[in-house]
């Protein structure tokens, strides 16, 4: 059973937008670092964006710089990923993640590596087609 549940995803036409949510009624969000990460078809699992929660830091993948970003919303236990300027580049499976553990690493060392993620959702598909 996942721990971490998205949502959000679906067909977009590019120049689109649309907002990821994760969510987990286990965990409080808010004080774990989070990241999202997308995998296409045939391709490796990217980081797109992270967000620490040791030093507040936040990281964007250079293909989503200026488009994408990351949000907390600590009433609602979620953390969200609003992606504007959609492409069709951007379509994979996205999945959130989470460190539970509490490691002190920043948000690009989460994004970069992958590591010491150790909670998954099972990922929501968006697609961007015209």
């Known amino acids: 059973q996942a721990q971490l549940v998205e949502s959000g995803g679906g067909l977009v036409r590019p120049g689109g937008s649309l907002k990821l949510s994760c969510a987990s009624s286990e965990f409080t969000l808010d004080y774990l670092s989070i990241g999202w990460f997308r995998q296409a078809p045939g391709k490796e699992r990217e980081g797109v964006s992270c967000?620490?929660?040791?030093?507040?830091?936040?990281y964007y993948a250079d293909s989503v710089k200026g488009r994408f970003t990351i949000s907390r919303d600590y009433a609602k236990n979620m953390v969200y990923l609003h992606m504007n300027g959609l492409q069709p580049e951007d379509t994979g499976t996205y999945s959130c993640a989470a460190d539970l553990d509490n490691n002190y690493y920043n948000a690009a060392y989460y994004c970069t590596t992958g590591n010491a993620l150790d909670a998954w959702g099972q990922g929501t598909l968006v697609s961007v087609s015209s």
């Open positions: 967000i620490s929660a040791s030093d507040g830091s936040t």
